[in-house]
């Protein structure tokens, strides 16, 4: 059964960071990019990027360029976003999916169950 | 830059009626780069509709999808009393890749 499974919420005050984690399992974790999006309360969703994991290699969201960073480590099929210089507007829900291709067609078509990171001084 | 704009921002309805939800792009997108997703709360966006009008797995034919160029409908034909949740569009493109829609709000009427 295809499954990505989030790591627990968070608490951070301003100015810390947070690493939040998205494991992989029933699928070959190389073959397919993670997106993590999130969401801030009762707003919509928001991309903040991307990242290969076969290569590593990412793409960001300008808004985040610089303080986003997306890691995997392939031993353990599991992908990972930090995000530095936290402050109280990075409170949300952040949530990794996977993305899948259909012919031309780009989707999104497994999601994590989401990551309450809380900023609060 | 894409932007999409979902109307209407809230739509109130009973069961069994039918659902007609709009994403507009600010300029002409390609049909496969546009999808629909569903959320309720609590709960992670689902897959309903990807290239526009293909249905994902598992999703009931009562769901569907339309359009081409900058108008984009998501069409719910009959109502079920779990279809009341808030619903997003999505499109894929070059910069940046990814942007949503704002969102439309079904709630029972």
């Known amino acids: 059964q295809v499954h990505l499974a989030q790591s627990g919420a968070e608490v951070k005050k301003p100015g810390a960071s947070v690493k939040v984690s998205c494991k992989a399992s029933?699928?070959?974790?190389?073959?397919?990019?993670i997106y993590w999006v999130r969401q801030a309360p009762g707003q919509g969703l928001e991309w903040m990027g991307w990242?290969?994991?076969?290569?590593?290699?990412?793409n960001y969201v300008q808004k985040f360029q610089g303080r986003v960073t997306m890691t995997r480590d392939t031993s353990i099929s599991t992908a990972y976003m930090e995000l530095s210089s936290l402050r109280s507007g990075d409170t949300a829900v952040y949530y990794c999916?996977?993305?899948?291709?259909?012919?031309?067609?780009?989707?999104?078509?497994?999601w994590g169950q989401g990551t309450l990171v809380t900023v609060s001084s | 830059e894409i932007v999409l704009t979902q109307s209407p921002g809230t739509l109130s309805l009973s069961p069994g009626e039918r659902a007609t939800l709009s994403c507009r792009a600010s300029?002409?997108?390609?049909?496969?780069?546009l999808a629909w997703y569903q959320q309720k709360p609590g709960q992670p966006p689902r897959l309903l509709i990807y290239?526009?009008?293909g249905r994902a797995t598992g999703i009931p034919d009562s769901f569907s999808g339309s359009g081409s160029g900058t108008d984009f409908t998501l069409s719910i034909s009959r109502l079920e009393p779990e279809d009341f949740a808030v619903y997003y569009c999505?499109?894929?493109?070059?910069?940046?890749?990814?942007?949503f829609g704002q969102g439309t709000r079904l709630e029972s009427k």
């Open positions: 290239g526009a009008s």
């Open positions: 999916a996977r993305e899948r291709w259909v012919d031309t067609a780009m989707l999104l078509d497994l």
């Open positions: 990242i290969n994991p076969n290569s590593g290699g990412t």
């Open positions: 300029q002409a997108i390609r049909s496969g780069s």
């Open positions: 999505q499109h894929y493109g070059d910069s940046p890749p990814v942007t």
């Open positions: 029933g699928y070959t974790f190389i073959n397919y990019y």
